[in-house]
């Protein structure tokens, strides 16, 4: 989904990669997660935005977990100053919590201005186009 935004808008990617790297058994990813969910972690991550100060527009995007953004996403929000940003929310979800997901990001960035979000289940990205064109990033 973030490849296919950055495709569309000439847009610039930035990975949220956490310092200690997620399991990559699914079940041991969802322990380390409800871990950290519930204990409010703000998990560390490994790189820096470059010249943070020349982006208008933020897309903002996670899986659920958990039925809301994974934890980093705190953390990168706190990083940032979003003061006089546009923030995006998007997130991709096996069934639940879509929209509390995308308001949660909403949430975790007060200083910005915000566009609708998109949620998308599944890997077919044919939506992004269409939600671009209708929140005015693309013509
Ligand atoms: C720790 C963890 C918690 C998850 N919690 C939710 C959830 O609450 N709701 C949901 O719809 N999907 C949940 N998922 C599924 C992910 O959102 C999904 O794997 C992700 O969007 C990527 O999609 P893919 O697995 O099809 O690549 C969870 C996945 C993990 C690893």
Known sequence: MAERIAELTDGTLFRI????????????CTDVALEERDTNARPAIA????NWEQYDTVFIGCPVWWWTTPMIICTFAESYDFAGKTVVPFCTYASTY???TLAR??????DAEHL???GLSGR???????????????E
């Open 17 to 28: 990669e956490p310092v200690n790297p997620y399991p990559t058994d699914y079940t041991e």
């Open 47 to 50: 790189d820096e935005v470059d």
């Open 98 to 100: 879509r929209d509390e």
């Open 105 to 110: 990001i909403v949430e975790l960035t007060p």
């Open 116 to 118: 609708e979000g998109l």
């Open 124 to 138: 077919n990205t044919d939506d992004v186009e269409p939600w671009l064109r209708q929140i005015g990033i693309i």
